[in-house]
C-alpha cells in the first residue's frame, strides 16, 4: 500500500511538473491574471509540503468542497500579485517557482499535509493544482494543456464526482479516461448489473470544464459537445461543479 501511494505520489508531481513548463513555453499568450494564480497556486501548494500532519485526512470530493468555499482568498492574493506586479516579472516568477517546487517535490515528502482547506493526503493536494494549472492552460490552447494532466483532472473530477454521489443510476462517460457511476438523488432506478438507462457521455476537456462550473451541461448539450440518455441524466446538473473555479 505504501509503495502504492508513493507511487500516485510521483506520477502525480511529475505531471504536475508538466503542466507548469507547457505554461512556462505559453507564458507570452497567458494573461497576467493566470501568471499570478499560477504564482499563488504553487505558493500556496509550497506552504502545504511545509506543514505535514498525522492527522486525519479529507477525502478528494471533500477538498475540492473546501477549496470552492474558500477560494476567495486565492482570488485575492491573485488579484494583489497581478495589480502591483509587471507582466515580465509575473513570467520570471512562474518560472521560477516551477523550479522550486520542481526540487521540493523531487526530495523527501509528506504523506499527509495541513493547508487552508483542512487536512489532505499530499496526493490530493497536487492533483487539485494540477487540475486548477489546467484550468488556467484552457484559454491558451492545446499546447498548453498538457493531455497527461487533462486525463488527471479528469480522472479526479470523476472520483470526486462517485464519492460525494454513491449510487448506480447515472454513469457518467469520459472516453477514454473514465466512467462513473452516481445517485440521482434517490430518484430513478438503481442497477446492479451491467449499464443504466441514464447515460451522460462527454470528451475530456469538456468534462474538466463542467466539473470546474466553466461550462453547464445545458450549454455543453446544445452545442453537441456533450450527449446524454434516459429520463434522469439531468440529476448530474445538481452535481456539478465539483471544484468551481467560475469566481477566478
Avoid: K
Avoid at 93 to 103: D, E, K, M, S
Avoid at 131 to 141: D, K, M
Amino acid at each position: 500500500m505504501a509503495a502504492r501511494s508513493d507511487r500516485a505520489l510521483h506520477t502525480a508531481c511529475e505531471v504536475l511538473l508538466g503542466q507548469c513548463r507547457a505554461l512556462n513555453m505559453s507564458a507570452p499568450r497567458l494573461e497576467p491574471i493566470s501568471r499570478a494564480r499560477m504564482v499563488v497556486l504553487l505558493d500556496d501548494l509550497l506552504d502545504a509540503i511545509e506543514s505535514p500532519t498525522n492527522a486525519r485526512n479529507q477525502s478528494l470530493a471533500s477538498l475540492f468542497s473546501h477549496r470552492s468555499a474558500g477560494h476567495h482568498h486565492l482570488d485575492e492574493l491573485t488579484a494583489e500579485l497581478t495589480a502591483n506586479t509587471p507582466e515580465d516579472i509575473l513570467a520570471r516568477l512562474c518560472a521560477a517557482r516551477t523550479a522550486t517546487v520542481g526540487a521540493v517535490l523531487r526530495g523527501a515528502l509528506p504523506m499527509s499535509v495541513t493547508n487552508q482547506f483542512g487536512n489532505s493526503h499530499l496526493v490530493d493536494y497536487v492533483r487539485a493544482t494540477v487540475l486548477e494549472l489546467c484550468v488556467l492552460a484552457i484559454p491558451v490552447g492545446a499546447d498548453a494543456l498538457q493531455p497527461t494532466a487533462l486525463r488527471l483532472a479528469v480522472r479526479n473530477l470523476s472520483q470526486a464526482l462517485g464519492e460525494r454521489f454513491p449510487g448506480q443510476t447515472i454513469e457518467v462517460r469520459v472516453p477514454p479516461a473514465s466512467a462513473v457511476q452516481v445517485g440521482a438523488f434517490g430518484e430513478g432506478p438503481t442497477h446492479t448489473r451491467g449499464t443504466p438507462p441514464n447515460v451522460v457521455e462527454t470528451d475530456e476537456l469538456t468534462w474538466l470544464q463542467l466539473g470546474t462550473g466553466l461550462l453547464t451541461l445545458d450549454r455543453a448539450l446544445d452545442d453537441a459537445r456533450a450527449t446524454a440518455s434516459g429520463s434522469h441524466y439531468r440529476a448530474l446538473e445538481r452535481m456539478l461543479p465539483l471544484l468551481d473555479l467560475s469566481r477566478g
